[in-house]
């Protein structure tokens, strides 16, 4: 990790920028690099923070993303008659790095927890497996983890 992280500081006084892995540039004026320690070590701070915080972002998009699409192959709709898909699953809001969906009970729920976690673990781009926590409640306070990895009701 070290080593990484001293990469990505070079790079930047290579180049002048440095990218998520995604590929989203972050540009820095060299000549700052130069005027002091404090502003270098200041920098360096940002270059870190950013590779981690854009690449983290980027990764949480292209899950929404393929969540998103892998529902609406599950779920499909007719734009011509509702401009809204009715589906039994809605992403209702991202904290960070957290998902939170309302999923109606049904005879689909177990199947479609378990394709959310799927798409959300896997990420082709950077060819890791991400693990991801289900948690199940009727509201935030009454949320619990579940360990299982296919039946939830």
């Given at each position: ?138 509201n935030w306070e009454s949320m619990i983890s579940v360990q299982s990895r296919n039946r939830y009701?």
């Amino acid at each position: 990790m070290t080593q990484y992280l001293d990469d990505i500081k070079r790079c930047v006084l290579d180049i002048g920028y440095v990218q998520s892995i995604y590929g989203h540039p972050l540009y820095f004026d060299l000549n700052q690099m130069t005027s002091s320690e404090t502003m270098k070590a200041r920098i360096e701070r940002q270059v870190i923070n950013f590779v981690i915080q854009a690449s983290a972002c980027d990764i949480m998009k292209v899950a929404m993303e393929r969540i998103n699409q892998t529902l609406d192959r599950m779920f499909p709709f007719d734009l011509k008659i509702r401009p809204t898909p009715i589906r039994p699953v809605y992403l209702v809001l991202q904290i960070h790095d957290e998902l939170i969906f309302e999923i109606e009970i049904n005879l689909r729920t177990n199947e479609i927890i378990n394709i959310i976690r799927h798409v959300m673990e896997r990420n082709d781009h950077i060819n890791l497996l991400l693990p991801v926590q289900i948690k199940l409640g009727d509201n935030w306070e009454s949320m619990i983890s579940v360990q299982s990895r296919n039946r939830y009701f």
